[in-house]
């Protein structure tokens, strides 16, 4: 079963309960997929979380799931296994099988920490192992502290732990050789240090025993060490997510969350190994309110898209503000392929004042036309009685206006300066009108004129006739193209000089 959702959230620790919250507050149906293994879930307490220290980091859990759960946000245990990326939505799929689809999704999965592999380290890990002095440094203050190096980058770690104890004792073998400057300052600061690479470390009553390669023995309260951040996004590898160069090689995000895929955002360890709990909430957060202002912008964009008579208002006050618009006459790139064709019935989308359609209606077409401004309209039909034939025209958004199939559809100069104007996917829906057999022509605009020196600012793109066909997306199985072609035309020019226009010419045949 496949459940559609404006959001999934794959991973509901800190960051993706904090991002599920913003979702669910701002009234989006928003699905948390939680594997339920937080990284500190080693640990009992939690500390550096402003009015939250000392608290369990599950009870921190627990309350968020509540709280998402009051904004409408369902919650469930599954693992993802992959993302499938499908143009308008992520399909996400768990391992056991269930299927959801999303118009965004937040990726907060968090990171395992791959600990030094030394005996008996993990048995103690979050309880007398611990990895960050702002986190549980301040309940072993004093006390007898180890650090095991991991690298030489541990050298900072073991600084911040002397901040903490008069007792500290640096296992260096993976830092080592340790430089003259870091011996200095170690030995400035009464630092400890035992070259010796650490074979186990097991607990007693004395405290924390850590037996080095010698055979020697040293206890201490506690010991810091770092592990290594352990991503697992294995079921994200399609999407191709930009990753950072920080340890670890996390997920790249903006301020916002925002990752190098227009519906992917992340929030959390997964794109920052380093962070605290708070610094993830935060990160969620922002990563919450990402997705939904991407889905807000959206919204407003698919509305216009849908909304034909506010798009094209402007096309309606272009024509009522002119006695005539275009010359009546056909254009003569599509006069030139369309000579060659049997006559039989087309559909003529974004037909204007009729000039093609009464065309083709004078060469034995059954032709009809479409378009949004009913002055237009009303010109072409004018046109058509003037010249007595029988064209037929409607005032609609493009081929979903209109029933039936055709032998050719037409589509001339479907140009428009609103930024939102759907041409794509009003070729397509005319191409889906093409009868089997039948053909799409579509004549477009290939270059601004010569005389407009570049494209004015307010025009859309212009693409060749070659770009055209591979933005349309047909499937190749279906249409066989037998023009795809730059047709140079003569034009006047606005100051009367003679000039050219570049027509991009696509004649695309329907197999049946
Ligand atoms: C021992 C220890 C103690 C710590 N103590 C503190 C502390 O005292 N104070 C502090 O501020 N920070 C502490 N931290 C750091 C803290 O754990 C992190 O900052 C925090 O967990 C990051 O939150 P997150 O939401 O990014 O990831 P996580 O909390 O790790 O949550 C990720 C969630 O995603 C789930 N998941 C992973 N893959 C999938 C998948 N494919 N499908 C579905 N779900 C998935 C996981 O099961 C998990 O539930 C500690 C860390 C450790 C290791």
New binding site residues.
Partial sequence: MTNEWDAVV????????SAAQMLGRSRRRTLV????????R??A?????LGHDGLD?ARLLETGRAEARAYGVEIAT????SLIDDGEFIRVE?ADGAVDTARVVVI????R?ELPAVPGLHAE??RTV???P???GWEVAGLRLGVLATSPASVHQIELVRQLSDHVTAFTAAAEPLDEDTTTRFAARDVGVVSEGVRAVRRDQDGLVITTEDGAEHIVDALFTG?DPDL?LE?AGELGLARSDMPGTPVAVDLRGATSHPRVFA????TAPF??????MGS?SMAGAGANAMLVAEDFRRAVADRADLRNAGWEERYAAENHFWSGRVNASVAAVVADLTPGTALDVGSGEGGDVVWLSERGWHATGVDVSPTAVRRATELASARGVDAHFVVGDGARSVEGEFDLVLASFLHSWEADFPRFRMLREAAARVAPGGRLLVVSHAAPPPWARELPAHMPPMHSPEEELALLDLDPAQWRPEIVELRRREATAPDGTHGHLDDGVLLLRRVT
Avoid: E, Q
């Fill in positions: 794959i991973g509901g620790g800190v960051a993706g309960l997929i939680d594997g339920g293994k937080p990284r500190n080693f640990a307490h939690m500390h550096g979380v980091p599954g693992t993802v296994s768990r907060s999965t968090g990171i920490d890990w979050g611990l990895h960050c702002y986190c549980h592990g697992r079921f929030a959390g360890n997964v962070a605290n709990v708070p610094v993830s969620g």
